[in-house]
């Protein structure tokens, strides 16, 4: 079973499966985490992970906690196949007549994967994390908007 090669598409699927069930698991995580690192220190909405992610679902329901995941959902089945097939030409590279790989090789061929998804995944990051951020310049704006039309009553 060791010694059975595994063919290309099944390894895509299984990466991108993986990667679909990975990302929805972690970016509420992620949201709250991107959320807390942005707010300004004058105007923290945020006092904890827990609050973000309580507050998130209270002012953008569930789904405002997968604000921005749509790109990552959408660009993880790509990004696992680069990084499955480019991992596969340079351990195939390094190899010699199908030697086993030295662990300096081994650690090659992984970087020499991970420069290549990495052209991918930053400016799917960066959407992520603009798409994320929207949502916390929006509940400022409400809390903003409602501490405005407090003043405005108690000098009524």
Request: glycine share 10%; hydrophobic share 40%.
């Amino acid at each position: 079973m060791a010694d059975k090669q595994i063919s290309l598409p099944a390894k895509l699927i299984n990466g991108g499966i993986a990667g679909l069930i990975g990302v929805t698991c972690v970016f509420p995580i992620d949201l709250a985490k991107t959320r807390l690192q942005n707010q300004q220190n004058g105007q923290r909405v945020y006092t904890s992970m827990s609050d973000c992610l309580i507050k998130t679902v209270r002012s953008e329901g569930y789904f405002g906690m997968y604000r921005g995941a749509a790109v990552n959902l959408t660009l993880v089945t790509p990004e696992k196949a680069i990084k499955l097939a480019a991992n596969d030409f340079f351990r195939h590279q390094l190899s010699k007549d199908g030697q086993k790989l030295t662990l300096l090789k081994e650690m090659l061929a992984g970087c020499g994967a991970g420069t290549c998804q990495v052209i991918v995944t930053t400016p799917m990051e960066m959407l992520k994390i603009q798409l994320q951020d929207a949502g916390r310049i929006a509940a400022q704006r409400k809390i903003l908007a409602a501490q405005g039309q407090l003043s405005a009553q108690g000098g009524a």
